[in-house]
């Protein structure tokens, strides 16, 4: 049974860094996509990043581009995202996502599998 398991969140400052980990079980991602997820107060989960394993292939939305960083340890089956510079509105329980199967674009949830239980993220003003 593959599993997802998260850590790193926590209470942070405006402007301060966080590094979320997620570590996968039960099978190996390296052949396929994974990515975070993220699901503020009151709203529906949106795409923050994901990364095609093999080809190395990255994508973020706007919204932290150029602030997050997603990276992978395929030999750990661990996948993480680094998030600098961060605000109140990144405030959120953050997923980690991965999928078994192919598919064109990264940012839709419903193309992810599997799920991890998440982690909250709290960006304090």
């Known amino acids: 049974q593959v599993q997802l398991v998260e850590s790193g969140g926590g209470l942070v400052q405006t402007g301060g860094s966080l590094r979320l980990s997620c570590t996968a079980s039960?099978?190996?991602?390296?052949?396929?996509?994974m990515g975070w997820f993220r699901q503020g107060p009151g709203k529906e989960r949106e795409f923050v990043a994901a990364?095609?394993?093999?080809?190395?292939?990255?994508r973020y939305s706007d919204s932290v581009k150029g602030r997050f960083t997603i990276s992978i340890d395929i030999a750990k089956n661990t996948i993480y995202l680094q998030m600098n510079s961060l605000k109140p509105e990144d405030t959120a329980v953050y997923y980690c996502?991965?999928?078994?199967?192919?598919?064109?674009?990264?940012?839709?949830?419903?193309?992810?599998?599997?799920w991890g239980q998440g982690t909250q993220v709290t960006v304090s003003s």
């Open positions: 996502a991965a999928r078994s199967r192919y598919y064109v674009g990264l940012e839709g949830p419903t193309t992810y599998d599997y």
């Open positions: 039960g099978r190996t991602f390296s052949d396929t996509t």
């Open positions: 990364r095609r394993i093999r080809s190395g292939i990255t």
